[in-house]
């Protein structure tokens, strides 16, 4: 059954660095979401990527962050100059499409964060 | 206001009996989908079962079912026969349906299950 995936699964970083998250997504999907949850808190939605462009962000998706598609099958977050509070599991998802309520976005394993 | 409310921090179960988890909604749109995701300790979140707004059933899953009242705005997840192994923490999650593309679900706090042997 295919899946998404991401990498790494632990990324460790130095407060001021940059870090980029990768994931690839289900191969026929079209819509790409990041995700994070901090420890113990609930899922928070970052962005959304549809046909090589941002179609949503949350308040939480400010210039510290950017996404992009580089290929055909990557889809990647980049966070400039990580604060200890980007410490968190993000989560890459993606979706068949994104039309209406009822389309099922299927989660990676997610990559978790640590700024020190 | 909250979108989604899950009122149980924390539930216990014995293995083999059902349990049921709460989760109420909040939306206006008539469009919308109910998602229900276990997330055990490794981590990573697992997609259980769907209800869309439009569907007449429940929906059900194997061992999973929705109690899906509308009225109400609950969306329960019912687990039969339960097992060590269903042992996570449970997120309800909606989508509404929107004019443009790219959605996001919106998830609630989670309920933490364990299963007692």
């Known amino acids: 059954e295919p899946e998404v995936t991401q990498t790494p699964s632990h990324q460790v970083t130095q407060m001021g660095q940059e870090v980029i998250l990768r994931c690839v997504p289900i191969?026929?999907?079209?819509?790409f979401y990041w995700y994070r949850q901090i420890l113990g808190q609930k899922v928070e939605f970052l962005v959304s990527?549809?046909?090589?462009?941002?179609?949503?962000k949350s308040e939480i998706f400010d210039d510290q962050f950017s996404v992009e598609r580089p290929d055909g099958s990557n889809f990647t977050l980049k966070i400039r100059s990580t604060k200890l509070e980007d410490s968190a599991m993000y989560f890459c998802?993606?979706?068949?499409?994104?039309?209406?309520?009822?389309?099922?976005?299927?989660f990676g394993p997610g990559t978790r964060l640590t700024v020190l | 206001a909250q979108k989604i409310t899950q009122t149980q921090p924390g539930m216990f179960v014995q293995e083999k009996e059902a349990v049921t988890l709460d989760c109420t909604y909040d939306t206006s749109d008539p469009s919308y989908g109910l998602f229900w995701y276990k997330q055990p300790s490794s981590g990573e979140m697992i997609f259980l079962i769907y209800q869309g707004s439009y569907d007449q059933q429940n929906a059900t899953e194997g061992r999973y079912s929705l109690n899906f009242q509308k009225a109400r705005k609950s969306a329960n997840l019912v687990i039969s026969a339960s097992q060590l192994g269903d042992s996570a923490m449970y997120f309800c999650a909606m989508r509404e349906g929107r004019d443009n593309y790219g959605q996001n679900f919106v998830f609630g706090p989670g309920t933490r299950l364990s299963v007692l042997p």
């Open positions: 990527f549809y046909n090589n462009e941002i179609s949503e």
């Open positions: 998802a993606s979706s068949p499409s994104g039309l209406g309520g009822t389309d099922t976005q299927y």
């Open positions: 191969s026929n999907h079209l819509y």
